[in-house]
């Protein structure tokens, strides 16, 4: 939906959360966890999987059942899994980004179903039992759980209809599943690209005992030393090279129209000036700290999380709740991380620059951090 991004994922406060069983499933640790009331949380894997789907806006649920008709009768006979329903988010489209398909055996296509690869991803999952107009409950209690451990929602939200009662809506079962980032896998994998197996092996020490439960403040502690370590033996553009890349995977279709925009014009600053009006219509309000380039030097920020929040906040805490995107150190009680770790948000925005200027940053500093004090984070990206 447009404008929608992470801030419209988080729909509820952290929720307390108490380990209760682990397990091995298909080679992957999961864990199951169970708060006080509500639905049992657990954490999967979606590993690569073969899926025929149809991919329209929606603005109402309604519209999918056609579109089902055509699945069942086009899939027949090559179905591999429930009827899938997933919703991105941060796409330029009206109403909500859809697509409703099918796990298959082999490819299906047609004028309007595309067979495609979903890409490995990690979720919590619960079941609701109950119409899909209260499935909001659910989704609440588990992103309410990923603020509890200080998890960072990627950018999908997926139904999984395991017994669709249409004349007994309350009788329905469904798979609900938020996307997270694995941060502490994706750093390894990205400190042994950089560095090696044995100087990776000593930074990311104790990331094992760290799992998708661990809660935030513990979390946080392991994140402060893993980054003391990284930061003692390695240079600004290692740090930079590995940080930025543990970041949310940017939708190539947030990225299209202001690549399209700077191939006609060749104007960095008509970009900048069209990325902010259109993040100035949403809940961040804009740029507290407004990008600029001087042919050297591209100096960026982050919007705030919540912009109403962050303009009333009356102290540090306040201020840094109200504008991190990231749910670790937003929820985190009292945050100690070097200032490095906010080259993850540096990655997010790279993802966009990149692209649209046919370059690869090797070099950026960040000249402003909530870690360090500063009202908000922001860095530059050296070009020469």
């Known amino acids: 939906m447009v404008s929608l991004g992470v801030r419209s994922l988080v729909l509820a406060s952290a929720l307390p959360c108490c380990l209760r069983a682990r397990r091995v499933a298909a080679g992957k640790v999961t864990e199951a966890s169970e708060a006080t009331a509500g639905p049992t949380v657990e954490s999967v894997l979606r590993p690569p999987t073969l899926f025929a789907g149809i991919r329209r806006p929606i603005s109402s649920r309604a519209e999918l059942e056609p579109r089902i008709a055509a699945l069942e009768s086009a899939c027949r006979g090559r179905i591999a899994g429930p009827l899938t329903h997933i919703f991105r988010f941060d796409t330029p489209v009206q109403g909500y980004d859809s697509e409703i398909g099918y796990p298959v055996t082999e490819e299906v ?9 979903l890409r490995e991803m990690h979720f919590y999952k619960a079941l609701h039992v109950g119409p899909h107009t209260t499935i909001r409950d659910t989704v609440r209690v588990l992103h309410g759980r990923l603020d509890a451990a200080g998890l960072s929602p990627e950018l999908e939200l997926v139904e999984r209809y395991l017994d669709r009662d249409l004349e007994h809506p309350e009788r329905s079962r469904t798979e609900v599943m938020v996307s997270y980032l694995a941060w502490p896998e994706v750093y ?8 090696g197996t044995a100087p990776a092996a000593a930074i990311w020490e104790g990331g094992d005992r760290i799992t ?19 930061r003692a033996v390695t240079t600004l553009e290692q740090q930079f090279d590995v940080l930025s890349r ?6 190539a279709e947030d990225v299209a129209p202001y690549k399209e925009l700077y191939e006609r014009t060749g104007d960095v600053d008509e970009v900048i000036q069209a990325q902010g009006e259109k993040l100035a219509t949403g809940p961040s309000g804009g740029y507290v700290d407004p990008p600029s380039f001087d042919g050297k030097i591209l100096h960026m920020s982050k919007v705030p999380y919540d912009r109403k929040a962050y303009d009333s906040a009356s102290n540090a805490t306040e201020r840094r709740r109200a504008f991190c ?10 945050p100690h991380i070097d200032p490095i770790f906010c080259y993850r948000a540096a990655g997010w925005s790279r993802q966009f620059w990149e692209p649209i200027l046919g370059v690869e940053f090797e070099r950026c500093e960040i000249t402003h951090s909530i870690l360090k004090g500063d009202p908000f984070c922001a860095w530059d990206y050296h070009l020469l």
Request: hydrophobic content about 45%.
């Open 109 to 117: 296509t047609t004028d309007e179903i595309l067979t495609h690869t």
């Open 246 to 251: 543990v970041a949310l995977v940017r939708p």
């Open 212 to 230: 998708p439960f661990t809660p935030v403040d513990e979390r946080c502690l392991w994140v402060a030393a893993t980054i003391e370590r990284l």
């Open 188 to 195: 390894r994998e990205q400190l042994e690209r950089v560095l």
């Open 325 to 334: 995107f990231c749910a670790l150190v937003r929820e985190a009680e009292d």
